[in-house]
């Protein structure tokens, strides 16, 4: 009989959005809402100086700055992925001349932004749970070594649960989150990125605990303010040493947007074949 350890939730319960600067909006709708088949938050932000584009009940947050990139990759469920290469390549034309690309790898699509970031899009699928659509993970390129102290950060700050797994591309370290997301972190010899600012942001059932271990270290990096702070230094506990920078986003969920409804439309729907009653994306209804 099992120990049903596999019922159990880490402290951080939700990642909600990724954050990088893009330098052009109407790229980022051409890139992010016609091709990935985003849909922007037609609520919040709706100028030309940010855009947040939804994924299921995850976001992009995309101000408009000098361009952001992630080392690494964010993984993404999407729901028609042979719709979303015939969206992508509807796209092509309009982003030539950037770093925009895609290609089939096994069962996944691996997607460039006009600005560098990687996308891997995946099918829905056991490992992602129920998720039809969605952000269900990001993964950061770290340096060779650091992967061990990183887990134990979180393990330590947030109460993680961590495992170190592997797959094709060899050995990551997974920090789990709520029911079917992650962080991971792959160790490369390369020389990385340097870190931009981009940031992430995530809830936490107990807010009170990682503050409190950060703030003891000094390592707040703005203070709270309407439910959340934010730190960027990953710390290894057992000596100290830095061993990443990533901006996180700690918010309570007494946040004001704690698990707040994303609009979602139905990619497949199209003027030219309407189907009424078909505009918004309702996976679990049919
Ligand atoms: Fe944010």
Redesign the pocket.
Known sequence: MGDYSEEDVGNIISLE?V?VQIPDQSLATLFYVVGMGCTRDPYLNVGLNNMWANIGEQQF?LPTRPAQVIDGFIGLVVPHLDGLAKRLEAVADGLKGTQFGFEQQGDCLVVTCPWGNRYRCHPGQEQFGDMASGMPYVEFNVPRGAMAGILRFYQTAFSAPTAVESDSGGEFGRVKIGRHQSLLFRETERALRPYDGH?I?IYVANFSAPYGYLKQRGAISEEVRNHQFRFKDIVDPADGSGKFLLEH?VRSLRHPMYNRFFVNRDVSQSQRSYRRGWDAYTPYLR
Do not use: L, T, Y
Request: no cysteine; glycine share 0%; hydrophobic share 15%.
């Open positions: 959005h954050n947050h940031h942001a986003e």
